[in-house]
């Protein structure tokens, strides 16, 4: 149990009320207000019909500061209550953290919360592009991230492997066998002449082919090259499910049922309209033309009621940025079907490839870097996937390829990565002692000590706040602080050729953060190396 829990809970036995308001344990701006501030007295101060900084001094004489801790209490202006960590608090921290060892940072503040996270779900039409790139790393940090903070995550591809795009593909590539140019509105790029060569090797087309069972048999072979480049990048899914999938159960005539039932649909013009402007909509939507065939919007709908049907509390979705409009039609038929809270989508917005400060423009024909494959390829896993996330992906990203395959403080993976290779190269050292959680950790007073201390403490919070909002952008940030702060700790204190119980608690506390940086690497799907 953190700090701000058990703080929590001693405030909550020091003080009865009917219904407690929740309670905020900040860190102050300014060091001389102490180092957690909270304003609960004046949220109690309506309910209990006292002035807020008696209820403050009633806190400050009833709880056990001392049991938790804390060196001294203050109460400040109107009734805030601002507490003072003392060595010994932080020193257990440490022995917290190496007891504790990959397991640091896990809690239960997702409470078995069932999430199922979607991503990528890339057409299976060509090769992953770098937009899919960053939805996968951005994708997967999430369910590593929500997995660690006590939510029982999934991870899922949906494949679009029904519908026009199939059949586009199919006639694209038999035009390809036949030597002759893909339809306009078809698959013009050279994965298309690999993969008319792959099925027909030796040019031999057979007559009245089906293009929807050739661009089936086509899709089939992108989505095993997808999961191979998938894997190798450090991603993997629970589960691949199939739109064809969807069509065989029935899911969405049935869908289109529970939609009528609930009186969200009209017939308008020969057609059947989704009439989500009554639920929050721009406009209302056809889903059955008047040719009776179902738009993309009765399937994609049908999905989503799926995934909540096998029992997920919450499904999360990460689309490309072309897909803005698709939020409010698919919150709204969630609406109309009871299931209003379910679906947050996350915008993944567009890459930038920076060489030389210039873009790199998106043509696989002119030689230059497009897809997920090749930018791994070119820069490594770590990088690529720490680079993405280092930015809301609410905001395009410029991605840097120079200062990617710069080996120096300059590249931020490098630079965090280096600190992990550091400690780990300490410890190595000869005379350097095995790092212990029994260790008198009463040592550890200096300022740089005691500040890298109080970062390490509040991973759990970092994980938990990262789970809740869907941002690992929060980690990398974290991460970075870490290692600033273990830098100026190690060039303030000497670990190894001090006094014998100073080196051994200064190494515990290298150990530590060595703990702390290689978990929170690996939440990213980043690599700890012990040597660089």
Same mark, same amino acid.
């Given at each position: 149990?953190?700090?701000?829990?058990?703080?929590?809970?001693?405030?909550?036995?020091?003080?009865?009320?009917? !219904?407690?308001?929740?309670?905020?344990?900040?860190?102050?701006?300014?060091?001389?207000?102490?180092?957690?501030?909270?304003?609960?007295?004046? #949220?109690?101060?309506?309910?209990?019909?006292?002035?807020?900084?008696?209820?403050?001094? !009633?806190?400050?004489?009833?709880?056990?500061?001392?049991?938790?801790?804390?060196?001294?209490?203050?109460?400040?202006?109107?009734?805030?209550?601002?507490?003072?960590?003392?060595?010994?608090?932080?020193?257990?921290?440490?022995?917290?953290?190496?007891?504790?060892?990959?397991?640091?940072?896990?809690?239960?503040?997702?409470?078995?919360?069932? &999430?199922?996270?979607?991503?990528?779900?890339?057409?299976?039409?060509?090769?992953?592009?770098?937009?899919?790139?960053?939805?996968?790393?951005?994708?997967?940090? &999430?369910?590593?991230?929500?997995?660690?903070?006590?939510?029982?995550?999934?991870?899922?591809?949906?494949?679009?492997?029904?519908?026009? !795009?199939?059949?586009?593909?199919?006639?694209?590539?038999?035009?390809?066998?036949?030597?002759?140019?893909?339809?306009?509105?078809?698959?013009?790029?050279?994965?298309?002449?690999?993969?008319?060569?792959?099925? +027909?090797?030796?040019?031999?087309?057979?007559?009245?082919?089906?293009?929807?069972?050739?661009?089936?048999?086509?899709?089939?072979?992108?989505?095993?090259?997808?999961?191979?480049?998938?894997?190798?990048?450090?991603?993997?899914?629970?589960?691949?499910?199939?739109?064809?999938?969807?069509?065989?159960?029935?899911?969405?005539?049935?869908?289109?049922?529970?939609?009528?039932?609930?009186?969200?649909?009209?017939?308008?013009?020969?057609?059947?309209?989704?009439?989500?402007?009554?639920?929050?909509?721009?406009?209302?939507?056809?889903?059955?033309?008047?040719?009776?065939?179902?738009?993309?919007?009765?399937?994609?709908?049908?999905?989503?009621?799926?995934?909540?049907?096998?029992? +997920?509390?919450?499904?999360?979705?990460?689309?490309?940025?072309?897909?803005?409009?698709?939020?409010?039609?698919?919150?709204?038929?969630?609406?109309?079907?009871?299931?209003?809270?379910? #679906?947050?989508?996350?915008?993944?917005?567009?890459?930038?490839?920076?060489?030389?400060?210039?873009?790199?423009?998106m043509s696989k024909r002119a030689g230059k870097l497009v897809t997920l494959e090749e930018l791994v390829d070119e820069v490594g896993k770590d990088v690529t996937r720490y680079f993405f996330l280092q930015r809301k992906t609410s905001s395009p990203l410029d991605f840097d390829l120079d200062l990617a395959k710069e080996q120096s403080d300059r590249n931020p993976v490098f630079y965090v990565q280096y600190a992990y290779t550091r400690i780990s190269g300490i410890l190595r050292q000869d005379g350097c002692p095995v790092p212990s959680a029994e260790a008198d950790l009463g040592k550890l007073t200096g300022d740089a000590e005691i500040e890298l201390v109080k970062h390490l403490e509040q991973f759990p919070e970092q994980v938990a706040r990262a789970a809740e909002t869907f941002e690992p952008q929060k980690l990398v940030s974290y991460l970075a602080e870490i290692a600033t702060r273990f830098h100026k700790f190690y060039t303030a204190h000497r670990v190894?050729?001090?006094?014998?119980?100073?080196?051994?608690?200064?190494?515990?506390?290298?150990?530590?953060?060595?703990?702390?940086?290689?978990?929170?690497?690996?939440?990213?799907?980043?690599?700890?190396?012990?040597?660089?």
């Amino acid at each position: 149990m953190n700090l701000k829990t058990r703080l929590m809970d001693a405030v909550r036995s020091a003080v009865s009320v009917e !219904q407690m308001p929740e309670i905020f344990w900040q860190v102050p701006k300014r060091p001389d207000l102490g180092d957690l501030s909270t304003n609960i007295a004046m #949220l109690l101060a309506k309910p209990l019909g006292k002035n807020p900084r008696d209820i403050a001094q !009633q806190l400050v004489d009833e709880v056990d500061w001392d049991k938790l801790g804390v060196k001294r209490v203050e109460i400040a202006g109107p009734g805030f209550i601002n507490i003072f960590l003392g060595p010994r608090y932080y020193q257990n921290v440490v022995s917290e953290i190496v007891s504790q060892g990959a397991e640091y940072g896990r809690s239960d503040s997702g409470g078995g919360k069932k &999430i199922i996270v979607e991503f990528v779900s890339a057409n299976p039409t060509g090769p992953l592009n770098v937009v899919s790139a960053r939805a996968a790393a951005t994708g997967d940090s &999430i369910v590593r991230i929500l997995r660690k903070a006590g939510y029982a995550a999934d991870a899922e591809f949906y494949v679009n492997d029904a519908g026009r !795009q199939i059949r586009r593909l199919g006639e694209s590539i038999i035009a390809r066998t036949k030597g002759l140019e893909p339809p306009e509105d078809g698959y013009h790029g050279e994965d298309v002449i690999a993969r008319a060569k792959h099925l +027909y090797p030796d040019g031999v087309v057979p007559d009245n082919l089906d293009p929807e069972e050739v661009g089936r048999k086509a899709a089939e072979l992108n989505v095993q090259g997808q999961k191979a480049v998938l894997e190798s990048y450090g991603v993997h899914f629970d589960r691949w499910y199939r739109e064809s999938e969807l069509h065989a159960s029935g899911a969405p005539e049935k869908t289109l049922e529970e939609l009528k039932a609930c009186g969200a649909i009209e017939e308008k013009e020969g057609a059947l309209w989704f009439t989500g402007s009554r639920y929050g909509d721009e406009e209302d939507r056809v889903v059955v033309t008047s040719e009776g065939r179902p738009t993309y919007l009765l399937p994609d709908i049908a999905y989503h009621l799926d995934k909540a049907n096998r029992g +997920y509390d919450h499904a999360v979705d990460l689309l490309g940025p072309d897909h803005h409009d698709y939020v409010g039609r698919m919150k709204a038929a969630l609406k109309a079907l009871d299931r209003e809270d379910f #679906l947050d989508v996350i915008i993944v917005q567009q890459v930038n490839l920076l060489s030389s400060g210039e873009k790199v423009k998106m043509s696989k024909r002119a030689g230059k870097l497009v897809t997920l494959e090749e930018l791994v390829d070119e820069v490594g896993k770590d990088v690529t996937r720490y680079f993405f996330l280092q930015r809301k992906t609410s905001s395009p990203l410029d991605f840097d390829l120079d200062l990617a395959k710069e080996q120096s403080d300059r590249n931020p993976v490098f630079y965090v990565q280096y600190a992990y290779t550091r400690i780990s190269g300490i410890l190595r050292q000869d005379g350097c002692p095995v790092p212990s959680a029994e260790a008198d950790l009463g040592k550890l007073t200096g300022d740089a000590e005691i500040e890298l201390v109080k970062h390490l403490e509040q991973f759990p919070e970092q994980v938990a706040r990262a789970a809740e909002t869907f941002e690992p952008q929060k980690l990398v940030s974290y991460l970075a602080e870490i290692a600033t702060r273990f830098h100026k700790f190690y060039t303030a204190h000497r670990v190894v050729g001090v006094e014998d119980d100073l080196s051994l608690a200064r190494a515990t506390l290298a150990e530590a953060a060595r703990i702390v940086l290689k978990e929170g690497l690996s939440l990213l799907g980043v690599s700890a190396p012990e040597r660089m």
